[in-house]
């Protein structure tokens, strides 16, 4: 019999050697990714499925096995290792010729096939094809294993992530390009302790802003000494108590004298209720929403999760003005047509869930011009969203699935959970602003470290010299 390569692909079972017949077979399809071609030099000989007691590369391309081939030994191991013969297999050889290079991004076919089995040594053979969408042969060759040696079936489980590049590099790539703006006019509201004020004067030194610095003059002389700086050269604006200061930082926002703001050591609310205040506010004719700008290792671009900050439940019409605030941040930091993955629980609109209907009304909107310079599609699970591997298993052709730049959370809670999440248990990096206003907001929280505040202010620098192009 031949096996099912898409049969119950939650479980793994393995087969043992009388189970195994000739011409029996399995496969599995696969998108390159960079990770893919530096496998190897990040992946442990311990952590690599199958055992290899050595990959012989054979033909004319013989020599694209460092550059272009391992990923192909990699991923037959892995065939060989979950699906045929399944866990417990021991790769004794595989002999690979590889006859065209492959393409980052490209998906492929890779297939292996029993071709012979010895009774004696108990090592079955097989025939490893990979071949790309058009059905061209990349690599083919053959495997020599030993099957397992007793039955298994257990729930699939997925690889560790690899990084697909040094944490931070986001990040760095866009304060560089941020550093080559002129220095950005920000109203720091209520610099009161050494965190907040250290981080108003680190992102003044690296000159993406030129701080005004409002507060109690004698409380920010005070951090100052704290922090050993001297304030000489920066504008103080003296205020009694962090309710003026948040007042007096949008009000020099309305004089014109800055074109952001920075939170301080005050809470949020008190920075929100000024921005918000209907005669002396900063609104704007869209809804002001968070955007975190995510640098996640283990995915290959930067990475906006919105509203996880501001927003609490909101309605179709704010879900709109979210949307298009992250796909506006988006563009300003270098992504020409952003792909928005509007989130849910299930990929399918049903009617008992809210934000899956929601989702097919902004796609549409996004069809009518209503939402404009992103591409959108939704309702999207998380897995879809991020991982090109769970939109094949389940069948979603789309623009968006797998490849998303901006995850569109149902509501604050599901948002502010996956990007604190990621930062925490995936080794993020976190950035983020809030636009909407009339100027960007750089509303960092009390545990961000330096680092994020001054990717957060980089961000608001792009942001801003993109809003002042013609």
Known sequence: MSSDPEADLSYIENRLFDEIELGDSASLRHRLTVSDFGAFAVVPPQAKPAQSEGIQ??????????????????LFADILSTRLPGPGTICLKQSLSFHEPAVLDETVDIRVAVAAKDSVSKHVTLDCVCTDKD?????????????????????????????????????????????AAPALPTAVVHPCDAASLQAALSTSDLGLIAPVLVGPAARIAAAAQEIGRDLAGFEVVDTPHSHASAERAVALVRDGRARALMKGALHTDEVMSAVVAKETGLRSERRMSHIYVLDVPTYPKPLLITDAAINIAPDLQSKADIVQNAIDLAR?????????????????????????????????????????????DGPLAFDNAISMGAAARKGITSDVAGQADVLMAPDLEAGNMIAKQLMYLAGAEGAGIVLGAQVPIILTSRADDARTRIASAAIAVLFSEAEMRP
Do not use: F
Request: glycine residues 12%.
């Open 57 to 74: 590369s054979e033909g004319a391309n013989a020599g694209k096995m460092t550059a272009h081939g391992m990923w192909a030994g990699e």
């Open 135 to 179: 059905g061209q042969t990349l690599v083919s060759g053959r495997a020599v294993v030993i099957p397992p040696m007793s039955k298994m079936r257990r729930p699939r489980a997925t690889k560790p992530e690899m990084a697909v590049h040094e944490t931070g590099a986001v990040h760095r790539r866009l304060l560089a390009a941020a550093q």
């Open 332 to 376: 300003a930091i270098g992504i020409d047509r952003p792909k928005v993955a509007l989130l849910s629980a299930v990929e399918t609109i049903t009617p008992r869930l809210q934000s899956t209907v929601e989702a097919g009304a902004l796609c549409k909107m996004a069809d009518r011009g209503q939402i404009s310079g992103g591409v959108l």
